[in-house]
């Protein structure tokens, strides 16, 4: 398992951008897809983004398609989520996550580190 930071996070009007970054310890890194979740206010958590170990296939849930890019540093060890257009919808504590899976996962039962979380807040 990895440890997973994220920051990032804070207040916004609707229509802003937002670069949210997790870094993460270890050594094998680059061996782990990422994700990005969210979690609103008195909903369940869901899945926003995921990137692939290796080649780096991207894959995001439809309410951020074309918004939201994420994207990864090997060097750094590092997995970003850059938010443009953000609606008030978009407020949530976003959580990172690391899976041994390949591929592009996307179930949370699918990533076996996570992080603490960052808040978004969008204000209308």
């Known amino acids: 398992q990895v440890q997973l930071v994220e920051s990032g996070g804070r207040l916004v009007q609707a229509g802003a951008s937002l670069r949210l970054s997790c870094a993460s310890s270890?050594?094998?890194?680059?061996?782990?897809?990422m994700g990005w979740f969210r979690q609103a206010p008195g909903k369940e958590r869901e899945f926003v983004a995921t990137?692939?170990?290796?080649?780096?296939?991207?894959y995001y849930s439809d309410s951020v398609k074309g918004r939201f890019t994420i994207a990864r540093d090997n060097a750094k060890n590092t997995v970003y989520l850059q938010m443009n257009s953000l609606k008030p919808e978009d407020t949530a504590i976003y959580y990172c996550?690391?899976?041994?899976?390949?591929?592009?996962?996307?179930?949370?039962?699918?990533?076996?580190?996570w992080g603490q979380g960052t808040q978004v807040t969008v204000s209308s």
């Open positions: 996550a690391a899976s041994s899976i390949i591929s592009t996962p996307t179930q949370q039962w699918q990533y076996s580190s």
């Open positions: 270890g050594r094998t890194f680059s061996t782990y897809s």
């Open positions: 990137i692939s170990a290796s080649v780096g296939i991207t």
